[in-house]
């Protein structure tokens, strides 16, 4: 995982609520066995329809996806983050996440930001009127900012998730972080036991 410290970019406005992972990557393209070519699958359902926000050009190269309430709800399937950022958003501003969306989030890199219901309304508008709208998210000040609109907020990220972003920390990362205090470990298990060493 790469670190992620700040992210500035234009957004997409996907002004619909309750986006299931299901919708996010239709179930088809989870016979896949990698993690890469993902993007082509997001909302590739909604995409076939010339009229979708990601089709028109105004939004082309955002890095930024602006959602509508209760982003990412429904199975547990790690792909909707995947397909997310393989398209190459870096950040989801919404008001509310499902819960397991959110964690698997936070643990491939992918920055889930909070906002209350007038600041995401207020942001999803000014996007959808002006897309040249630049947005900043910066992990380390927990803030999020729109000059061009007054915003400047914090957003709420409990320290752990923020040392992961910063660092660029996957579960195995933070793992390795161990690495001394394991192998020192593993030198005093009896040899009859299962062991990391060869």
Do not use: C
Not at 42 to 55: A, G, Y
Not at 90 to 95: D, L, M
């Amino acid at each position: 995982m790469e670190p992620v410290i700040t992210i500035t970019g234009t957004a997409v406005p996907l002004d619909r609520s309750d986006v299931d992972t299901d919708q996010i990557i239709p179930s088809d393209w989870l016979k896949r066995v990698e993690r890469t070519g993902f993007g082509a699958g997001l909302f590739s359902e909604w995409r076939e329809d010339p009229e979708f926000v990601m089709n028109l050009p105004q939004f082309g190269g955002a890095s930024i996806l602006i959602a509508g309430p209760n982003f990412g709800v429904g199975s547990s399937r790690e792909h909707a983050v995947w397909s997310i950022m393989d398209y190459g958003f870096k950040a989801v501003i919404t008001q509310r996440f499902g819960d397991i969306f959110r964690n698997n989030s936070t643990k491939n890199g992918l920055v889930p930001v909070v906002v209350s219901p007038e600041i995401a309304e207020q942001l999803l508008r000014a996007v959808e009127a002006d897309p040249t709208t630049e947005i900043t998210i910066d992990i380390a000040t927990r803030r999020v900012t729109a000059p061009s609109l007054g915003i400047d907020i914090e957003f709420p990220l409990d320290d752990a998730t923020q040392d992961r972003f910063l660092n660029g920390l996957d579960d195995i990362g933070i793992t390795l972080q161990h690495e001394a205090a394991i192998t020192e470990f593993e030198k005093t298990r009896p040899s009859w036991m299962p062991s990391t060493s060869k």
